[in-house]
């Protein structure tokens, strides 16, 4: 059994089977089955299913969202929902509410609390989107971060050069090597040029 989304918890002939979906339900005898899937937020869905021998039926379902409930989403996601002080899980969040006024409340840790009063009806659902903003002691401390580190390099500007050692060669050890080698040719070509003068007289 699948929903979109998954989740939800299995009923089947009114009783809770111990899993959510998406799940494998084996060894089932054959006949008829009333299944109910129930997520918090959504719509219950109603299915009647025939199980055959030998036969492997497959249940998928989108579930809608419950009038009667609030969608809460948040710009960074991952705050905490409260209403009425009840804490109801990190955004998104989906659940249910009774009709009339709540406060809610979202929170995350760097970012100001929002606190606001809703207004929940049985025909619709709140939907609700909060773009969350640094709170001002977040705020304080990274413009002071910034300030000081500043400061600081305004100060030693010789912290922002950066210095790559250069290997150069021992006492000058590997020129001279290089200069003994080239004269010693040198002088090698002068000899042999007189020899062959020689021979020429």
Do not use: W
Not at 18 to 26: M, Q, Y
């Amino acid at each position: 059994m699948i929903t979109i989304p998954n989740g939800s918890e299995i009923y089947i002939n009114e009783k809770p089977l111990g899993k959510k979906t998406p799940a494998l339900i084996e060894k089932v005898p054959p006949g008829f089955y009333e299944v109910v899937l129930r997520k918090e937020g959504y719509e219950d869905v109603f299915a009647r299913v025939s199980v055959e021998p030998g036969k492997t039926f497959s249940l998928t379902k989108k579930l809608s969202i419950s009038k009667r409930v609030c969608s809460i989403s948040s710009v960074p996601s991952g705050a905490s929902v409260y209403l009425d002080g009840k804490y109801k899980g990190v955004t998104p969040v989906v659940f249910h509410v009774e009709e009339g006024r709540h406060k809610l409340t979202i929170k995350k840790s760097g970012y100001s609390t929002v606190s606001k009063e809703i207004n929940a009806s049985s025909e619709t659902a709140s939907v609700i989107e909060e773009k969350l903003h640094f709170s001002l002691f977040t705020y304080f401390t990274a413009t002071l971060i910034m300030l000081v580190t500043g400061i600081i390099l305004k100060r030693n500007p010789e912290k922002l050069k950066f210095k790559f050692p250069i290997k150069t060669p021992e006492d000058g050890r590997v020129l001279k090597k290089l200069q003994e080698g080239a004269g010693k040719r040198e002088v090698k070509v002068r000899v042999e040029e007189k020899k062959r003068q020689k021979k020429q007289k």
